[in-house]
């Protein structure tokens, strides 16, 4: 009888230990319905009698994102912004392209974990474990080959050739967000103090008021 408990606990624990990713499914599908005034983490479901086949379609990833700007790269989100259907269902991609030397700057996607795969061209990439090791996991990936960035890390890639390179993001939500470290920190509304940027970095607050000016 205890040993039957203890099982149950175990199997309880594990379990719980198994949702790490977003809500399973109780239905086939549950179409976000953007209209909806109902507030849920996620979107409310459409009524699936309304479901239509556009409703898990996206079209758009054959074309190239518009690269010219500071970073030199651009990332053409699909999720659950793009494909309603997507709601629930834990998973959505991106399609990154990267000019010469252009980077993907670090960044967090603070609800899903990443597996990256370079179509095009050739990517230094990596990764920084949470703190106190902030190990940093790097490798230079060539066409075909495929990284992961664990949930939650920050992480980044760059070009590293005068070629154009292009990959192919998969994540595990259909809502990963992003977090660029640069923006967030440096470029809020409002501004966080300068004080405070300056004795976090350690720097002279006339140099955060010069980074703060680049956002
Ligand atoms: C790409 O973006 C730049 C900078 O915003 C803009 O000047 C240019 O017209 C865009 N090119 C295309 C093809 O949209």
Partial sequence: MASGFFLLVLLALSASHALASDPGQL??????????????????CKDPKTAL?????????????????K??????AVNVAQIA???????SLARVDYAPYGQNP?????????ILTVLEGSLYVGFITSNPENKLFSK????????????????????????????IAALSSKNPGVITIANT????????????????FQVDKKMVDHIHAQF
């Fill in 27 to 44: 239905q086939d599908f549950c179409i976000a319905d953007r209209t909806s005034q109902v507030f849920v983490n996620g979107f409310a």
């Fill in 53 to 69: 086949v556009e409703d898990f379609f996206f079209s758009g990833l054959h074309m190239a994102g518009n690269t010219s700007n």
């Fill in 71 to 76: 970073q030199g790269s651009a990332v053409t």
């Fill in 85 to 91: 259907g997507l709601n629930t269902l834990g998973i």
């Fill in 106 to 114: 670090p960044h967090i996607h603070p609800r899903a974990t990443e």
């Fill in 140 to 167: 230079v990936l060539n066409k075909g080959d495929v990284f992961v960035f664990p949930q939650g890390l920050i992480h980044f890639q760059f070009n590293y050739g005068t070629n154009k390179a292009i990959a």
């Fill in 185 to 200: 920190v440096f470029g809020s509304n409002p501004s966080i103090s300068g004080d405070i940027l300056a004795k976090a």
